[in-house]
T-cell receptor, first 110, second 113 residues
Framework: QKEVEQNSGPLSVPEGAIASLNCTYS??????FFWYRQYSGKSPELIMS????GDKEDGRFTAQLNKASQYVSLLIRDSQPSDSATYLC??????????FGAGTRLFVKA | NAGVTQTPKFQVLKTGQSMTLQCAQDMNHNSMYWYRQDPGMGLRLIYY???????DKGEVPNGYNVSRLNKREFSLRLESAAPSQTSVYFCASSGVNRNTEAFFGQGTRLTVV
């Protein structure tokens, strides 16, 4: 079992819709959870971080964490074509390692 | 503020050749990482260094060695390159606290022929 699992997609949504991205992790001791966005040929860049159970909102982005279910999600409201990218879920373990999922490719159709 | 700087950006090697990828960060971060990224595989951790003087294996360490030269620099060495090591390599760094994210270099595209 991979430590961090994501559906590879692609996920295709129309412009203006809500995109929902999901991630599960295996290490119950994990403390910090991150969502990165990566455009083709570029480096990953952080868009959201979350550390406590519940929701965290930042503009059009909402991260959700459920430690009991070992589940993290990212919602993108009012999706725009510029949101088309690969979204990487990352988990920082107690041993300072940051492990990434394989990423979900998102396409937002104009 | 340069952040994380990797060199080179592109490299072509012949099978069996050796090379070192260099990485330096100017954010005073304790932790540094080397990842490789292959299509459909996401970022896979090769080695990491939680602090100066320590290094640990990640998910895919075979065929690689690392050196944490000082707090700023973390290098990745391929002693005898193989075609399976063709990939994009990213160096990253982060603070020691749990809530600090990783910052990435611009990546090195390595092709082994």
């Amino acid at each position: 079992q991979k430590e961090v699992e994501q559906n590879s997609g692609p996920l295709s949504v129309p412009e203006g819709a809500i995109a929902s991205l999901n991630c599960t992790y295996s290490d119950r001791g994990s403390q910090s959870f991150f969502w990165y966005r990566q455009y083709s040929g570029k480096s990953p860049e952080l868009i959201m971080s979350i550390y406590s159970n519940g929701d965290k909102e930042d503009g059009r982005f909402t991260a959700q964490l459920n430690k009991a279910s070992q589940y993290v999600s990212l919602l993108i409201r009012d999706s725009q074509p510029s949101d088309s990218a690969t979204y990487l879920c990352a988990v920082k373990t107690g041993g300072f390692k940051t492990i990434f999922g394989a990423g979900t490719r998102l396409f937002v159709k104009a | 503020n340069a952040g994380v700087t990797q060199t080179p950006k592109f490299q072509v090697l012949k099978t069996g050749q050796s090379m070192t990828l260099q990485c330096a960060q100017d954010m005073n971060h304790n932790s540094m990482y080397w990842y490789r990224q292959d299509p459909g595989m996401g970022l896979r951790l090769i080695y990491y260094s939680a602090s100066e003087g320590t290094t640990d294996k990640g998910e895919v360490p075979n065929g690689y060695n690392v050196s944490r030269l000082n707090k700023r620099e973390f290098s990745l060495r391929l002693e005898s390159a193989a075609p399976s090591q063709t990939s994009v390599y990213f160096c990253a760094s982060s603070g020691v606290n749990r809530n600090t994210e990783a910052f990435f270099g611009q990546g090195t595209r390595l092709t082994v022929v």
